[in-house]
């Protein structure tokens, strides 16, 4: 918790200080090798199946599929492990109470996004206490996508966002620069957290991600 009284006390005659309120924050992470490559079967196995999720997401993509159970055990380390961080780190929902008791988190609906040329994701918020995002494949070159609106004050084709207010009101949009090093990579936030993912235009190939939700089991 900030002390704002200490931190005034401490400015000494003719000084001044920047005083910054705090706020949330997001989890990245890496996939251990391994995981990653468990994960890409899991993808294939999805793909296959073709358990279409398109009526419980907001997704403008044609294809968003199911992944199975199996598929939720390969991220049980690596995710619930950084939403304990966060839950430590930022306090997320500690001024809340929404249960009688402590409970365990547990991953929820999971699914994979075939993304592809000019299809994306409009600004949305998820249900749970946390989502995230992995992303497993980027099948342009970013440089490249920054170079289809020259002209454009701020290019922000292909990205993934976050959208948030500060402290007075405004919403600020936050870019996630997303290229072929992030594959494996993984973003977990708090699931209110307003996000997007803009359309890309240099590949005929599909982007693919893996999202999901955590909840508190009871």
């Known amino acids: 918790m900030t002390d704002l ?3 005034v006390k401490d400015i000494k005659q003719g000084g001044a200080c ?3 309120f705090p706020n949330n924050g997001v989890i990245f992470g890496r996939l251990k090798g391994d995981e990653y490559t468990s994960l890409m079967g ?3 196995k999805a793909y296959e199946e073709r358990k279409a999720m398109n009526d419980r ?3 403008h993509l044609q294809d968003e599929f199911e992944v199975s159970e199996t598929g939720k055990k ?3 380390e ?3 492990a950084a939403a304990h961080q966060h839950l430590s780190y930022f306090n997320h929902g500690g001024n809340v109470s929404l249960l009688t008791s402590s409970k365990p988190m547990k991953i929820g609906p999971l699914w994979v996004n075939f993304q592809k040329k000019h299809e994306f994701n409009p600004p949305h918020g998820h249900e749970g206490v946390y989502s995230f995002v992995i992303w497993m494949l980027i ?3 970013l440089e490249e996508e920054k170079g289809v609106f020259e002209t454009a004050r701020r290019k922000m084709a292909s990205m ?3 959208i948030a207010n500060d402290i007075l009101g405004k919403s600020l949009v936050h870019p996630i620069p997303v290229d072929q090093s992030y594959e494996g990579v993984f973003c977990l936030f708090p699931s209110s957290l307003v996000h997007y993912v803009n359309p890309f235009y240099t590949s005929d190939d599909a982007r693919i991600s893996l999202s999901g939700n955590i909840m508190f089991d009871v």
Request: no cysteine; proline share 8%; net charge negative.
């Open 160 to 162: 993934f966002g976050f």
């Open 74 to 76: 390969h991220l049980e």
């Open 18 to 20: 920047a005083f910054i």
């Open 57 to 59: 997401l907001v997704g």
């Open 78 to 80: 690596p995710i619930l």
């Open 5 to 7: 009284f200490g931190f």
């Open 42 to 44: 899991e993808v294939r």
């Open 139 to 141: 099948p342009y070159d």
